[in-house]
């Protein structure tokens, strides 16, 4: 079974979003589910879904189509680590908020354990049970709570600040909500989302369409 470092960021992506899809459909009662079915619920071909499955070694695809739970344990084992990840959010505005509360209800091995701010009318809340505490024992808390990831969604003025304190705290993965992109030493796994990029490239092609059909 290869190591998830092995497998290109793309079939990463998307064996997460099939992982997500079967998990519907177990609550769905569906107990099968064809390469060409699950390849039109995500928009690609079925070549494409049975190339990525087959990069994870999974081949077990019957005349009745690929057993959901069966599939879904399958990429599990492939994605998951042996043992829950603990994450920390940084920042706790509306989209901090948000995040924290969306994320810990999806029952995944990644688990949001603290938030943190400035702010202090902030430090000392929690949400969802989430405790949001000062940035200022950013590196103690990390440590004491074993994080081992951030979610970085305080304003973009203060983006750059986070960096030395992810550093020295000895996170292993960040994830980007600002709108700066932000560099990291080599170890550190960095993935920047830009919310205003992606909505802007969305309503290009928009603007494309209309254009067409004029």
């Known amino acids: 079974m290869p190591q998830i470092s092995s497998l290109p ?3 990463v992506e998307r064996l997460s979003e099939y992982r997500r899809t079967l998990l519907r459909c177990q609550k769905q009662g569906i107990t099968h589910i064809f390469s060409h079915v699950l390849a039109g619920m995500h928009g690609i071909t079925a070549v494409q879904v049975r190339r990525d499955l087959m990069l994870i070694g999974f081949s077990s695809d019957t005349k009745k189509g690929y057993d959901v739970k069966v599939l879904a344990d399958f990429i599990s084992d492939i994605l998951d680590s042996q043992q829950p990840m603990n994450i920390g959010v ?3 505005g509306h989209l901090g908020q948000a995040i924290t509360k969306y994320f810990n209800s999806k029952g ?3 688990k949001i354990v603290a938030a943190f701010d400035i702010d202090p009318e902030k430090v000392g809340t929690t949400i ?3 405790p949001c505490l ?3 024992d950013f590196e103690a808390s990390v440590a004491e709570l074993d994080i081992n990831i951030v979610i970085i969604s305080c304003p973009t003025s203060k983006a750059e600040q986070t960096v030395v304190p992810i550093v020295n705290a000895g996170i292993k993965g960040v994830l980007n909500f600002t709108s700066k992109p932000l560099n990291f030493p080599l170890g550190i796994v ?3 989302y830009d919310i205003t990029t992606l909505l802007e490239k969305v309503a290009y092609f928009v603007k494309e369409q209309e254009n067409s059909d004029i």
């Open 134 to 136: 000062s940035m200022d």
């Open 90 to 92: 940084i920042g706790m």
């Open 190 to 192: 960095v993935e920047n």
């Open 108 to 110: 995944l091995k990644l």
């Open 128 to 130: 969802d049970d989430i």
């Open 9 to 11: 960021e793309k079939t």
